[in-house]
């Protein structure tokens, strides 16, 4: 075959998979959007239940975010530029809620914060319970999402190259600022997918969801919860919520590829 | 860079030929090689056609509240039957239909709900002739041993600050809680007693094992079970506060065969098995209640 033949077959390949690919991924979401029509949509938007589940999965999964990139970024950022002991322990130990089913994270949750749990037996004696509430949402959510974020920051800061900040560092800038100026900005487009990735994983959670925080419209129902009942009975709802959670994830992922090719060109 | 017509046609034929050597090694048979090994006694044994025609899987879909009985009766109706082997799809009724509905398979519903039998006959789902009543469940109330939540009536379900757990409204134990809670309330309590009784409801599970285990685990301080989960857990970990019958909703199971099974001597076979004087023990050893209570 010569190298004129070999390209084209190349190209042929290229259409057919990529091709493949996109049928795959958008021919079912397509499908939930041909099940209903646009006043049954428009219609179950203003259901309580639907109201309810958007607003607690946006709240809950937003604070989750926030607290995983507060702790999670000094701590990837230590972790990738200290040696401590139990290092190797601590990697194994973020990767662990990526293998874990979250059913499983959700019991052991559950035999933790719960009343009769480890910590929550003392937190129940002061009159704190955990388990049922808003919290355990936010908890659970934590839990199965933060190595998304933790993982990815982790790489990131380990892959710059530390001249830059030891130049700083010699030039007398203080920690903070070494971060702030140099680490930060060279790895933010990243950062951002990251944090992309663990948003989208804490608006999906179920399995830990259901098991510490129950379910509860309006309180600890997700929107998975809340799609995951109704299916069981209004068939209406649950297509509804589904189509909002994918326009929503379209809308923020659109957003996020907007912003970070902008940085891109500065960065 | 345009396409030429000559690579994208052999690529379109090599893609067929892809298929359709993929979905000939999909159907044919395993032909198993009825070799004697050498050494061995001739016996001109005709050796029968491999596994095809002797070992059966049944597939039964079943209401989740008997997910300790099916441990007992897939061995048994091996036992009873050798050559079957039985398995179990457990999950709330509601959900089973919904998996009928949408193209599931399936040889035997055993439902937890004459409404949803019924919905699932007038769609076609079941073949209509073969649908029996297989066994009943009340609903009762449990509370974890130790009883934390300090529940000893139901009138304390109404008291301000319990957590309680339920099934959904979809679900066969869900409703007929909601029909039992709706008697109480009508007949020795008052709508106070049932508004604050729901605001106590921290959690609405899919399927009514979910219920149990929130109450073995002591995370909950009541639930609304079947009798059934209450007689046959594990002595010591549960209390119970019976409902009046007469407050009470009783669930009448079905059995039937469903219009996408691939056998259906087998599956009436599993059938009469459970209707009959041993299917029905290995019901109530583990708590079930003989039809009509």
């Known amino acids: ?267 | 860079m345009t396409v030429d017509k000559k690579s994208v046609v052999i690529s379109a034929l090599l893609s067929i030929i892809l298929c359709i050597v993929l979905v000939t090694t999909g159907c044919t048979n395993t032909a198993t090689t009825p070799g004697a090994t050498p050494g061995t006694t001739i016996t001109t044994q005709k050796t029968a056609p491999p596994t095809q025609a002797s070992a059966k899987t049944l597939i039964v879909f079943t209401a989740a509240s008997l997910k300790g009985a099916s441990d007992v009766i897939g061995p048994a109706y091996s036992n009873a039957t050798p050559g079957t082997t039985v398995k179990f799809n457990l999950d709330g009724t509601q959900v089973l239909k919904q998996q009928l509905e949408n193209g599931a398979k399936a040889d035997v519903l055993i439902s937890a709900s004459n409404t949803y039998t019924n919905a699932l006959k007038n769609e076609g789902y079941l073949v209509n002739e073969t649908v029996k009543n297989l066994t009943s469940n009340y609903i009762i109330v449990i509370v974890p041993a130790g009883n934390p939540g300090h529940i000893n009536s139901l009138a304390d379900l109404g008291t301000p600050g319990k957590k309680i757990a339920m099934g959904t409204p979809d679900v066969p134990v869900g409703v007929n809680t909601r029909q039992s809670i709706a008697k109480l309330t009508n007949s020795t309590f008052n709508t106070t007693w049932n508004t604050t009784l729901f605001k106590n409801v921290v959690s609405y599970e899919t399927q009514e094992p979910g219920v149990v285990t929130k109450v073995v685990l002591g995370e909950v301080d009541a639930g609304f079970v079947y009798e059934s989960s209450y007689k046959a857990a594990q002595p010591g970990t549960l209390n119970a506060i019976v409902i009046p019958v007469k407050d009470n909703s009783l669930q009448t199971y079905t059995i039937g065969i469903t219009n996408t099974t691939s056998d259906k001597d087998a599956a009436f076979k599993f059938e009469t098995f459970m209707v009959s004087p041993q299917g029905q023990q290995i019901l109530s050893d583990f708590g079930f209640r003989p039809i009509g209570g």
């Open chain 1, 1 to 267: 075959m010569n190298i004129q033949t070999s390209r084209k077959m190349a190209l042929a390949v290229a259409i057919v998979s990529i091709g493949l690919m996109v049928s795959y991924l958008a021919l079912p979401i397509i499908a939930l959007f041909f099940h209903t029509s646009p006043l049954l949509f428009l219609s179950s938007l203003q259901e309580q239940q639907v109201i309810d589940a958007l607003l607690i999965s946006f709240l809950t999964a937003g604070i989750a975010l926030l607290v995983i990139v507060l702790v999670g970024t000094p701590a990837a950022y230590f972790h990738s530029r200290l040696y401590y002991p139990g290092k190797r322990f601590v990697e194994i130990l973020i990767d662990l809620p990526l293998v874990l089913p979250p059913a499983v994270a959700g019991l052991a949750l559950l035999l933790f914060y719960g009343r009769m749990g480890l910590l929550g037996r003392y937190l129940h004696v002061v009159g704190i319970d955990i388990a049922f509430t808003t919290i355990a949402v936010v908890l659970a959510q934590i839990f199965v999402a933060s190595p998304f974020y933790i993982r990815n920051a982790k790489e990131l800061f380990g892959q710059l190259d530390p001249v830059y900040e030891q130049t700083a560092q010699t030039l007398g800038a203080s920690p903070l600022r070494v971060f702030a100026t140099i680490a930060l900005p060279l790895t933010i487009n990243g950062l951002v997918s990251g944090m992309v990735m663990t948003f989208a994983r804490a608006l999906g959670e179920f399995g830990a969801t259901i098991m510490v925080a129950g379910n509860l419209p309006g309180i600890t129902q997700t929107m998975p919860l809340a799609i995951y009942g109704a299916m069981q009975g209004d068939f209406n709802v649950a297509i509804t919520i589904s189509i909002l959670l994918v326009l929503i994830s379209f809308g923020i992922m659109a957003i996020i590829s907007i912003v970070t090719r902008k940085r891109g060109l500065l960065a």
